[in-house]
Every structure is written in structure tokens, then in C-alpha cells.
């Protein structure tokens, strides 16, 4: 199907060719990859692959394309790029979070080997009020816990991603799984997480 227009080929990946709907989001690759890189902007896009935030979204719309129900490729591309505004804002949060957790790992290995260490760390405690030290302590256990009450895979999917830096294909050849599978590994962690931290945060303000 080389010729095929875009309406020809969401029509037929409507019928169930698979083969239809993949070169049909391929369509879209080029303009997703420019609309991840502007969103992200400068700061993230050093720190956070656009690409694989477009192929999570290809991975979801392969997965959930039987639940859109639009009838043109306005409604099509539209549903598209909701895919990837969500993923957009889930990659943001997602490295927001590990890279807080990260600055208070990097602090505290830096503390225990550099002679000038324990020096930076009382003058860092004198300089911050009593409170605020309480709610960074808290805030760094409450994470911890968090991660600890997850699976063993899920565990190893947030330190591979986020610490460690690995694609989705890494880590696919790592669990030796499909990409679609380390994509929803990968999502079902953070949702765990970020309920847990949620509902760690109810507690102590109830």
C-alpha cells in the first residue's frame, strides 16, 4: 500500500490490518518527534528521549485502537496526540520525581567520600530551618517506602529507566519482553508510585 492516503489507511486498520495501522502512525512520526521536542523544550530534551515518548505512544495507540471510535483523521490525529500529551506529562513528572531522588543520593555519597563532606552538610543544616529538614526527611522516606512496596520488577524498571538512562528497547532485550510489555511495566510502576506517595500524603495531612 505505498500509495495509500491516510483516510484509505485508517479505514482499513478499522477492518483489522494491522499492517494499515502501523504505517499509519508511521505517517505521524515526523510531526509527534517535532511536538515532543518543542513541549519538552531545552531544559528536558537533554534529559528526556522524545523518541521513546513517541513510541510509547505508537505502542498505546496499537494497544487501545480498538477503543477509538472517531470516523475521520482530524478525530484520528486528535486522539493521537491526546496519546502523547498524557505521555509528554507522565515523562515530565516521572523525571521530576527521579531526579529529586537522584540530587539527595548524589548529596549523600558526596558527603561520605569528600573530605570537605561533613562540613557541607553542617553548614547545608544550618542553613535550613528545623522544618524544613523534618519535611525533606519525611519526603525522602515516604519515597523509599514507596519503592520498597513495589514488585521486583517494577523496582527494576525505575531504576533501569531513570537512573540508569535505558531506551525501551534496552530494556525490552533486559526483561526479555516486548516493548508494549516493558511500556506497560513501565507505566503501572509509576502509577504505583505516584498512588502510594498520594495516598502517603493524605495520611499525614488527615
Not at 515530565?92 to 537522584?102: F, I
Not at 535550613?128 to 517494577?154: F, G, H, K, W, Y
Request: aromatic share 4%; with cysteine.
Amino acid at each position: 500500500m505505498p500509495h495509500s492516503t491516510p483516510p484509505e489507511l485508517l479505514a482499513r486498520a478499522r477492518s483489522g490490518d494491522t499492517q494499515a495501522l502501523g504505517k499509519l502512525l508511521e505517517l505521524y512520526r515526523n510531526s509527534l518527534c517535532h511536538q515532543a521536542r518543542q513541549q519538552l523544550g531545552s531544559r528536558l530534551n537533554s534529559r528526556v528521549d522524545y523518541s521513546d515518548i513517541v513510541q510509547e505512544t505508537f505502542l498505546e495507540a496499537q494497544r487501545d485502537f480498538s477503543g477509538f471510535r472517531g470516523e475521520c483523521e482530524a478525530e484520528w490525529a486528535g486522539w493521537l496526540n491526546r496519546i502523547l500529551e498524557n505521555n509528554l506529562a507522565e515523562a515530565v513528572r516521572r523525571h521530576d520525581l527521579v531526579q529529586k531522588r537522584s540530587v539527595r543520593s548524589e548529596r549523600s555519597l558526596d558527603d561520605s567520600k569528600s573530605p570537605a563532606g561533613p562540613l557541607r552538610k553542617q553548614l547545608s543544616d544550618n542553613e535550613a530551618t528545623p522544618s524544613r529538614r523534618a519535611v525533606q526527611a519525611e519526603e525522602t522516606l515516604s519515597l523509599n517506602l514507596a519503592i520498597d512496596n513495589m514488585t521486583a520488577d517494577q523496582r527494576e524498571v525505575i531504576r533501569l529507566r531513570y537512573m540508569d538512562g535505558l531506551s525501551l528497547k534496552e530494556l525490552a532485550q533486559h526483561f526479555d519482553r516486548s516493548e508494549m510489555a516493558v511500556a506497560s511495566l513501565l507505566h503501572r510502576a509509576v502509577d504505583r508510585l505516584r498512588g502510594q506517595l498520594s495516598n502517603g500524603k493524605r495520611d499525614r495531612d488527615s
